[in-house]
């Protein structure tokens, strides 16, 4: 059996938003859906919500009218599991509980047929655990569809142990005939996107913990420097400050407490407050009526200096290099008195002042790296791409103000808006970027997906401009360890340990996607 063909009908238990839009994918790809909720009136609000919904994609041209019809005339609300007898799949969508999940697909599996496949959205539960309550665990698998359903085009089709491999393929295959990008995820907490996602929030909410930056600071930063599309605060008002927390909660309980995915107080003090995000109009911002969003701390514009002084060649930021000379300002450079031919990826730039602007290796900027000329440091962060990166933060350390002011301006004169930080090792982008590579990395050592499933679920499941692994292969193995140890000496928690396969990979300088 290789996927599911419009004939077979769908069975979708649950009819909240996951629910809907899940059953109006199936809709739309041709099936027959029973939709089942124990509460009938929910039900009815989820019909009227997926005609309320494909009624939108008529207007915008997106589907014709005659189709419209033809979906709607196939949704069918079953007042009972009974009903769905017939299904090939029933895909559960109910709340994210362990013994209501076994109970609905205990019920199930006395109505349908013996080849009929059971399919869990859970997004964090383990499908073992869940299977472990059937007496044919073999066809319960993992069919986890991003929210909204209808519109994010991510599913993890994860295997328990006792999964068969035929029913995973059956539906990493239906889930491809429904214009989905489906990927393949063993089963272990957070599974491929919630495990992997967990520094993007982690070191966002450590930075505001330790009071780096205030919010509005921090999803700049990473918007405009790190190139993701919303910033980690802002997108956990998005999902629920509850419900984030709870997700972050659950793998590092499943993790035996793991510092590496540890909660946030911060977080919990808003969870605790009531102060949820967007749903309940507060949470790292206000919501309310003439409520404003707060700018960013941004440096005031400096003169740019005429001359600077450069070490190095190489790192991850060489087109950096490019745009200053491109920017008409004077580069010279030396070598002299410093140790760079030991690192061909270190490099330094000496502003006026007697100091060094140099990316971040994850350790304060005050501290002498192994390389350099020695030359009090500023640190800057990590950009996803510097010549469209919007913004640069910076950590000067022990810095005089003269030289602060020349790596503003010097910034500035490259069209980039410059936020200065406390000492924070790493500052934001490094650490945050170290950390993705570093868990994908481990994800892949411990075999939860291959390289290419764990890019295309990170990019397809939560948009990052990059898939990580993709980005460590850009920034080099032994960049990334570099970052992590000096964080790893900082914090001295257990945090930042690296994964044996990054450290490997560090040594023998191979690549994620060779």
Known sequence: MSRLQPTHPVGV??????????????????HRVLLHDLDPDRAAKAHRDITASLDRLVEKGRLKPWAKLWALDRLQIAPTLEHLAPCALVIEAVAESLAVKQDV?????KIVRVEAILATNTSSLSITEIGAALEHPQRLVGMHFFNPAPVLPLVEVVSGLATDPGVAETVYETARAWGKTPVRARSTPGFIVNRIARPFYGEALRAYEEGAADPATIDAVLRECGGFKMG?????????????????????????????????LAQRELVAAGWLG??????????????????????PPAPAPEQVVVRGSGGPFRELLRLITDAGIEVKRRSEG???????????????????????????????????????????????????ATRIAVAPADAPRQALDAAVGLFHALGKRVTVLPDLPGLLVARTVAMLVNEAADALYRGVAGAADIDTAM??????????????????????TTVLDNLAEVYRDGRYRPSPLLRRMAETGRKFHD
């Open 13 to 30: 238990v649950g009819s909240g938003t996951m629910g809907a839009g899940i059953a109006q994918v199936a809709l739309l790809a041709g």
């Open 105 to 109: 697909f205990r019920e199930l599996e």
């Open 232 to 264: 980690p605060l802002e997108l956990t008002d998005l999902i629920g400050q509850d419900v984030n927390l709870a997700v972050s909660t659950s793998v590092w309980e499943a993790f035996h407490h793991d510092p590496r995915y540890a909660p946030s």
């Open 278 to 299: 967007r749903k309940t109009g507060r949470g790292f911002y206000s919501y309310g009526e003439g409520a404003a969003k707060p700018e960013p701390a941004t440096a």
């Open 338 to 388: 410093t140790d760079f031919a030991k690192n061909p990826e270190a490099c330094e730039i000496e502003v006026p002042g007697r100091v060094r602007l140099c990316l971040t290796n994850g350790h304060f900027a005050g501290w002498d790296p192994e390389y350099g000329s020695g030359l009090p440091a500023i640190a800057f962060d990590l950009a996803l791409d510097y010549a469209a």
């Open 459 to 480: 990019r397809a499941g939560v948009n990052y401009p990059l898939g990580p692994l993709a980005w460590g292969d850009r920034l080099g193995a032994r960049w990334v």
